[in-house]
């Protein structure tokens, strides 16, 4: 059961229904939150007279403030008010909507964090969490005190952090979103390294959005960074080269190579075109390095027997020149993995060992430091 808020000697009264209240201390209230602050500032009360609901204890009068929790008529949005006759608006009698529902735990959560109690947040699935910290983030900005809510933000999510690794791979920009608002590092940093590697479509297309977020020149930056070194490593494989005393099997091997990549690059003029699964010359790459593919095999062993007419049963000297030539072409894929290593770097936190069904390159790090809210 999750720990309530009991302060029997408080002196604000804050109602989320008719039924519901608990009774708080005004000093935490301001000092954690400027809507409190200056709501109880005496100010708002009128000169020497004594606050509305002022109780008197003995000889000593206590100033006491009561706060509701009200809605608009038909609106699912609440807000607390100090007077408790505003026109036009009701407190909660009885069972709330859904939604009404959702907002009140908001305002219990935004509460219960200023008293530095963890809020009541979604756990059933990442879908739950994601829309109540949400919620608790907006309501927390409506009273100025959005930085005693998200501590509390980031140890929910990171309860799910696996679910939020795959969605960072799969929708890297609504997770940028979310990770602009509960402003926490690890998401932002794991959307950006999956964002960056994407498709030249897919990154067009998420433009607007970065723009609304205001961080569209830090992706642009990122962006050009991955490809000034996707271009050297595509230039790397262009120029591989034979030495003029390699043996004949070596040099069929390695034209072998050249031809297998030339067919595989999207556009070997401007180097990779980043069309969508680009990603897979350099995962064919990589896999066949440790061992021939058996349809790469196959096609290396076709494109032998092109050049040399290879017999259905080659004669043991035959075999061993195929044998050197497969030899050949596992060097030449092992060279070119050394190439591009720096863009087949993984620099995402979740490391998984599955293929990337985006195709995409993760390789683009990414410090702390350089969040945008870092320096706030």
Same mark, same amino acid.
Request: with cysteine; aromatic share 10%; hydrophobic share 40%.
């Given at each position: 059961?999750?720990? @309530?808020?009991?302060?029997?000697?408080?002196?604000?009264?804050?109602?989320?229904?008719?039924? +519901?209240?608990?009774?708080?201390?005004?000093?935490?209230?301001?000092?954690?939150?400027? !809507?409190?602050?200056?709501?109880? %500032?005496?100010?708002?009360?009128?000169?020497?007279?004594?606050?509305?609901?002022?109780?008197?204890?003995?000889?000593?009068?206590?100033?006491? *403030?009561? !706060?509701?929790?009200? /809605?608009?008529?038909?609106?699912?949005?609440?807000?607390?008010?100090?007077?408790?006759?505003?026109?036009?608006?009701?407190?909660?009698?009885?069972?709330?909507?859904?939604?009404?529902?959702?907002?009140?735990?908001?305002?219990?959560?935004?509460?219960?964090?200023?008293?530095?109690?963890?809020?009541?947040?979604? %756990?059933?699935? /990442?879908?739950?969490?994601?829309?109540?910290?949400?919620?608790?983030?907006?309501?927390?900005?409506?009273?100025? #005190?959005?930085? &005693?809510?998200?501590?509390?933000?980031?140890?929910?999510?990171?309860?799910?952090?696996?679910?939020?690794?795959?969605?960072?791979?799969?929708?890297?920009?609504?997770?940028?979103?979310? &990770?602009?608002?509960?402003?926490?590092?690890?998401?932002?940093?794991?959307?950006?390294?999956?964002?960056?590697?994407?498709?030249?479509? /897919?990154?067009?297309?998420?433009?607007?959005?970065?723009?609304?977020?205001?961080?569209?020149?830090?992706?642009?930056?990122?962006?050009? &960074?991955?490809?000034?070194?996707?271009?050297?490593?595509?230039?790397?494989?262009?120029?591989?080269?034979?030495?003029?005393?390699?043996?004949?099997?070596?040099?069929?091997?390695?034209?072998? !190579?050249?031809?297998?990549?030339?067919?595989?690059?999207?556009?070997?003029?401007?180097?990779?075109?980043? !069309?969508?699964?680009?990603?897979?010359?350099?995962? +064919?790459?990589?896999?066949?390095?440790?061992?021939?593919?058996? =349809?790469?095999?196959?096609?290396?062993?076709? =494109?032998?027997?092109?050049? =040399?007419?290879? @017999?259905?049963?080659?004669?043991?000297? +035959?075999?061993?020149?195929?044998? %050197? /030539?497969?030899?050949?072409?596992?060097?030449?894929?092992?060279? &070119?993995?050394?190439?591009?290593?720096?863009?087949?770097?993984?620099?995402?936190?979740?490391?998984?060992?599955?293929?990337?069904?985006?195709?995409?390159?993760? #390789?683009?790090?990414?410090?702390?430091?350089?969040?945008? *809210?870092?320096?706030?």
């Amino acid at each position: 059961m999750p720990r @309530a808020i009991c302060c029997p000697n408080g002196d604000v009264e804050v109602h989320f229904t008719t039924e +519901e209240s608990v009774l708080l201390h005004s000093s935490v209230l301001k000092t954690h939150s400027e !809507f409190f602050s200056v709501a109880l %500032s005496d100010r708002w009360n009128t000169e020497g007279a004594p606050l509305p609901n002022a109780t008197t204890c003995g000889s000593t009068s206590i100033k006491k *403030w009561r !706060f509701e929790l009200r /809605f608009e008529q038909g609106s699912n949005e609440g807000q607390l008010y100090s007077k408790p006759t505003v026109t036009a608006t009701e407190l909660v009698s009885g069972k709330p909507t859904a939604d009404r529902l959702k907002n009140i735990r908001a305002h219990k959560g935004m509460i219960r964090s200023l008293f530095d109690v963890a809020p009541v947040l979604g %756990s059933s699935s /990442f879908a739950r969490a994601k829309e109540s910290v949400e919620l608790l983030i907006d309501t927390a900005v409506m009273y100025s #005190c959005e930085n &005693a809510v998200l501590p509390y933000v980031e140890k929910h999510l990171h309860r799910f952090r696996t679910d939020v690794f795959e969605r960072c791979t799969a929708m890297p920009v609504i997770m940028l979103e979310l &990770a602009m608002k509960t402003k926490v590092d690890w998401i932002f940093m794991e959307a950006t390294t999956n964002l960056v590697g994407r498709s030249t479509r /897919f990154f067009k297309g998420s433009k607007v959005a970065l723009q609304k977020l205001e961080i569209v020149e830090f992706m642009e930056r990122k962006r050009a &960074a991955f490809w000034e070194l996707l271009q050297r490593c595509d230039t790397g494989l262009l120029l591989m080269s034979t030495k003029p005393s390699d043996r004949c099997e070596t040099l069929a091997a390695h034209a072998f !190579f050249k031809m297998w990549l030339i067919e595989l690059l999207r556009d070997v003029k401007n180097h990779s075109s980043l !069309f969508p699964g680009y990603g897979n010359l350099y995962y +064919e790459i990589n896999s066949n390095a440790t061992a021939l593919k058996g =349809y790469v095999r196959q096609q290396a062993l076709a =494109y032998w027997g092109r050049l =040399y007419k290879t @017999a259905a049963q080659p004669d043991p000297t +035959e075999a061993e020149l195929i044998k %050197s /030539f497969l030899a050949g072409v596992l060097a030449s894929f092992q060279t &070119a993995a050394a190439i591009i290593k720096p863009v087949t770097l993984d620099a995402t936190l979740r490391q998984c060992k599955r293929v990337d069904t985006h195709r995409a390159l993760t #390789c683009m790090t990414m410090s702390k430091e350089e969040v945008p *809210w870092a320096k706030d």
